[in-house]
């Protein structure tokens, strides 16, 4: 079976929805699981030169959306402070050859994602004295433009416990970045890079208008937060193939761009922005048209 292609920026700024399943599709992550899964990534998001955007854990698979550096806004004394607090070098003692090597592996989403998903798999493996694998297919990774198409990415993660029936509002369930934002406790960990929005509650109600819920207003009565607007979106609380199936999504300059800058990656004469064929407050476009949503 050939292996799915992945369309990354290497060295370079970029935003990507990742996401990653058990093998065979086992629910094999329960609490203890999810919370070790959670340390791990906050563990490496501390090494790599990522910012975490968005995440969500569930019984079977994960999602992560981040953010990667470019290697040119690594210095070496920041890489070598880094390296030094992991245990990684002795910081005194590194070639500029090795500095390099560094940057490039520390920048990389692949690498990052590999180094989470065999911690992980390691711990649980020992945990339940276990042999083989523990996670399934090669992770899948969607490049996301920043802006609106990254805040609708952040949101359909967030929205991804309500789209499996486990719970009515996205603060109700404890491993995802919704609630985490919301927690008393939240720590720096999370980053609101590329998405326009900085402050929480207007990331909220993005949600909710998005999501069309409900919550408890401040005097206790239920209502709907204020749409400021926006077309009617009806698919927020079902699974749309585009946010995880596709290689690519953005405006239509944004997908224009990927085609140039992935030409070696594409095979297809066609080169087309597919609209997204959902209401969304203004259009995405992904490189790769599916038969359902």
């Not at 990667?68 to 880094?82: A, F, G, P, R, Y």
């Not at 390296?83 to 940057?103: F, G, M, P, R, T």
């Not at 069309?212 to 009806?234: F, H, V």
Request: glycine residues 6%; proline residues 2%; aromatic residues 12%.
């Amino acid at each position: 079976m050939p292996r799915t292609k992945r369309f990354k920026i290497n060295g370079d700024v970029g935003y990507y929805h990742v996401i990653s399943r058990t093998v065979g599709g086992e629910f094999l992550l329960g609490d203890v699981e999810k919370e070790k899964l959670l340390s791990v990534i906050k563990q490496f998001s501390s090494l790599y030169f990522v910012s975490v955007i968005g995440y969500c854990i569930m019984d079977n698979h994960f999602h992560l959306l981040v953010k990667t550096s470019s290697i040119l806004d690594v210095n070496d004394d920041e890489l070598k402070q880094q390296l030094s607090k992991h245990n990684k070098i002795d910081s005194e003692n590194i070639s500029e050859a090795e500095l390099l090597k560094y940057k490039e592996k520390l920048t990389d989403i692949s690498e990052y994602v590999k180094s989470i998903k065999m911690t992980f798999s390691r711990w649980y493996n020992k945990r339940n004295n276990r042999k083989g694998y523990f996670w399934g297919d090669r992770f899948k990774s969607v490049l996301v433009e920043n802006g609106e198409s990254l805040l609708n990415m952040l949101a359909y993660i967030d929205l991804n416990p309500i789209r499996a029936g486990i719970c009515s509002k996205p603060e109700e369930y404890r491993w995802c970045s919704f609630s985490n934002r919301l927690a008393k406790t939240r720590d720096d960990f999370l980053s609101f890079e590329g998405t326009e929005i900085d402050k929480i509650e207007d990331y909220l109600s993005f949600v909710y208008g998005v999501g069309k819920l409900e919550r408890k207003s401040e005097e206790g009565a239920k209502g709907k937060i204020p749409d400021d607007s926006r077309p009617e979106i009806n698919l927020w609380q079902h699974r749309i193939r585009y946010f995880s199936d596709t290689l690519v999504i953005g405006s239509k300059g944004f997908i224009e761009y990927a085609y140039k800058a992935f030409e070696d990656k594409i095979t297809k004469k066609e080169r087309k922005a597919h609209k997204i064929p959902i209401d969304l407050p203004s259009d995405l476009y992904s490189i790769r048209r599916l038969n359902s949503i």
